[in-house]
């Protein structure tokens, strides 16, 4: 039988691709976006590791522009409090052209189908599980998995979360929007010969400010920019933009009102105990709701798709294959999440604590925020000793 994928966000593709490229044939569900995502990633060499293994390496960096520097500035004066080179493969790259580089690289392969339904019931069975779509039709598979968003039917069928806890967690963010110390972020992709040049050089920026912080970084080869400044809610009420850019020169234009920026809440960060029920997994935000401090989604959501394709491979067995990779990430992901939620949270410091916090990176210099990253960056040591790779 067939192995089921539902999502076609990056997670969902490179899943699919995953579980072709270990030799199944695979069924990749769900409706395709509208349009092409704004925006873009960044992906640290754990991502580019994963996006060697399921075989795109090379062609995502084709596409990818090469950062050589992160560097931390105090978004108040200006002054840089540490700079750090980027030794190891980093680049940033379009979120559509990561889409598109995975929806061609699907669509090359005869063993994936697509169908464009969505998943709305399931029952383990011994040899697979009994899927219900939404236009009523039923479907068997080998596995399902499920990469179908943190809101999606996976997360709820694996993790057994209800309607009633959604909604009291959903009460619990109005409430807190309510108050204003809900954190949000505010996202703009800006065409760089609308900006001064010096937000095309090659570098990721992180300007942290009192309460608030700002990253940029170049996507498209330097011709467009990506921003994403995270704030509270009561901050981004009224005219925000002057509050956060006034401070300086470089950053003022960014207040222009010729500029659209998007608002998205930022949810509760977290990664369930356990990703599997049955011959059903999870993969991407389905699996783990990663705070974007550590710019991490992306790339562990590739992480997950190589880990799967490792698993696949070394085990004929479905359910010993699906056991291998939910132990694998489970351990690696939830680590990887409360960094990136500690991140968020010294990130948002105000106040005394802000100075301090900027004060202490300006006297710890790079090396401490190359120990912060190492770990992270190391990605999966089962992926590092594989040769799994998908065959030519």
């Not at 039988?1 to 569900?29: E, R």
């Not at 339904?117 to 080998?142: E, P, Y």
């Not at 234009?253 to 059903?280: D, E, H, I, Y």
């Not at 960094?339 to 010294?346: C, L, P, Q, T």
Request: contains cysteine; aromatic residues 6%.
């Amino acid at each position: 039988m067939t192995i089921m994928v539902s999502g076609h966000g990056i997670a969902g593709l490179s899943a699919a691709l995953a579980a072709a490229n270990a030799g199944h044939d695979v069924a990749l569900c769900g409706a395709a976006p509208a349009t092409a995502p704004a925006g873009g990633i960044q992906l640290a060499p754990n991502g580019w590791q994963a996006l060697d293994q399921l075989g795109l390496g090379d062609a995502a960096m084709q596409c990818a522009t090469r950062l050589d520097h992160i560097i931390v500035r105090d978004l108040a004066s200006g002054a840089t409090l540490t700079r750090l080179p980027l030794t190891h493969q980093y680049a940033s790259i379009s979120r559509a052209d990561m889409l598109r580089l995975l929806q061609d690289a699907v669509a090359a392969r005869a063993s994936i189908t697509l169908h464009a339904r969505l998943i709305n019931q399931a029952v383990t069975q011994d040899d697979g599980v009994a899927l219900v779509c939404d236009d009523g039709r039923s479907m068997q598979a080998t596995a399902l998995i499920a990469a179908d968003g943190m809101n999606g039917f996976g997360r709820r069928f694996v993790t057994g979360a209800t309607p009633g806890a959604d909604y009291q967690s959903a009460r619990g963010d109005m409430r807190a929007g309510m108050r204003g110390d809900m954190r949000v972020t505010m996202r703009a992709d800006i065409d760089a010969d609308d900006l001064p040049a010096a937000f095309a050089q090659p570098a990721s920026n992180l300007w942290l400010g009192q309460g608030a912080h700002l990253v940029h970084y170049p996507i498209a080869g330097g011709r467009r920019i990506n921003f994403a400044v995270t704030l509270s809610a009561r901050q981004a009420a009224g005219n925000w933009q002057a509050r956060i850019f006034r401070a300086d020169p470089m950053l003022e234009q960014l207040a222009s009102s010729q500029f659209q920026w998007t608002k998205t809440s930022l949810p509760p960060a977290g990664s369930p105990v356990c990703w599997r029920r049955g011959r059903v997994a999870l993969a991407g935000d389905a699996a783990h709701i990663m705070p974007p401090h550590l710019a991490q989604g992306a790339g562990q959501a590739l992480q997950d798709a190589a880990s799967l394709q490792y698993a696949l491979c070394h085990s004929s067995d479905i359910d010993n294959a699906l056991a291998i990779y939910a132990r694998n990430r489970t351990m690696a992901v939830s680590a990887v999440v409360r960094k990136a939620d500690i991140s968020g949270k010294v990130m948002a410091f105000g106040g005394a604590r802000g100075r301090l916090r900027n004060m202490l990176i300006s006297v710890a210099g790079p090396g401490f925020l190359q120990s912060w990253l190492a770990d992270v960056w190391a990605g999966d040591p089962h992926l590092a000793r594989s040769s799994a790779k998908p065959a030519s």
